[in-house]
């Protein structure tokens, strides 16, 4: 791996400017990050993917997106069908065992179908959040459902789904958001749950999944462990519970920094993420005064960060051969709309 440093772009719209290439080239993020803005038809992605490859000199360069289902999903109709939510699969999975996580590795399979045909490589996806009542709707029906093994298991079925197809699975919102009280886009939640309680309830998805090879961190405050940080810039959450008490050890990115949980200048929050033990900043909304900010304080990957980044490459390529019509045709079995 040429050398990269340790964040992850967006761009502003369906193609790069001049001024995004000669930035790329110069700041050399890892990787990217698509949205709904940057969605036109199959031509234009592919091109788009490509000239951000280009920009950096790598083929490899990981491109993300939020492909979840529901209404967090970049890639609409024609590009890819609407997708049910976690929370219509975790409905399933009450029902019938078996045929929810069935459900959830075909509709993942069918995701890894969807982004690889464009050249996108990594999805935002599965999310192992466990919300409880009166949570913010920021999770919502994204969530496999409300009790753990559901999350578990749904969530290990989803990130097979994307694996089996060549597609790096990024789990999120580690450690958990599902006590969030407030929309992390505009504001900073601070849950007071006693760490015993988080452990057992909200940890417990991402210690049984901790295996995967990449992880997206919360824009949120648990005062039983920093009362003074987001987990996103604490080295007392990355370390003590991340890396620690549930033992992940792959890649680990922040959420978005243009989200209004975190303060600080963009520099700052750059540099804040970095200290606390994050091994790459993720800014998603292409403003290009914000990105600068963020590439002036992020340095280039390098130690376990870095082998940890050239880890999680490996997981992005093809890794089975698979008839993608007869994957649709038993998902609309469960659900019938998505043909």
Excluded at 103 to 120: E, N, Q, V
Excluded at 167 to 182: D, N, Y
Aim: a negative charge.
């Amino acid at each position: 791996m040429s050398e990269s440093k340790s964040m992850i772009l967006g761009c502003a719209g369906k193609s790069l400017t001049e001024d995004e290439i000669r930035f790329y080239r110069d700041e050399r993020p890892w990787g990217f990050i698509l949205f709904a803005r940057n969605i036109g038809e199959a031509g234009q992605i592919r091109d788009l993917v490509a000239a951000m490859r280009d920009s950096v000199g790598r083929p490899d360069a990981p491109i993300f997106i939020d492909q979840e289902g529901g209404r967090v999903q970049r890639l609409r109709p024609p590009l890819a069908p609407n997708y049910p939510a976690g929370g219509a699969l975790g409905a399933l999975w009450r029902d019938d065992r078996e045929a929810g996580r069935r459900a959830a590795w075909l509709m993942a399979r069918l995701h890894a179908f969807d982004l690889s045909r464009l050249g996108i490589t990594a999805d935002c996806l599965p999310v192992l959040d466990v919300p409880v009542e009166g949570a913010s709707d920021v999770i919502g029906a994204r969530a496999y459902g409300k009790e753990p093994n559901a999350v578990i298991e749904l969530g290990r079925a989803s990130a097979e789904g994307l694996m089996s197809g060549g597609v790096l699975p990024v789990m999120k919102h580690i450690p958990g958001h599902g006590r969030a009280f407030a929309d992390t886009h505009f504001a900073l939640p601070t849950v007071d749950t006693p760490l015993e309680e988080l452990s057992w309830h909200d940890f417990a998805p991402f210690k049984a999944l901790r295996e995967l090879p990449m992880a997206m961190t919360a824009h949120v405050v648990y005062s039983a462990i920093d009362p003074d940080n987001p987990a996103t810039t604490s080295a007392k959450v990355v370390n003590q519970v991340i890396r620690g008490e549930i033992g992940f050890d792959g890649l680990l990115m922040s959420d978005d920094t243009s989200m209004k949980a975190l303060s600080g200048d963009f520099p700052t929050k750059a540099a804040s993420i970095l200290a606390a033990g994050c091994d790459l900043v993720l800014h998603c909304n292409g403003v290009f005064k914000e990105m600068s900010g963020i590439a002036s304080r992020t340095t280039v990957l390098s130690g376990k960060s870095l082998q940890r980044a050239e880890r999680a490459l490996t997981y992005i390529k093809d890794r089975d051969v698979a008839d993608e019509t007869a994957i649709r045709a038993e998902f609309a079995t469960y659900f019938e709309a998505v043909a």
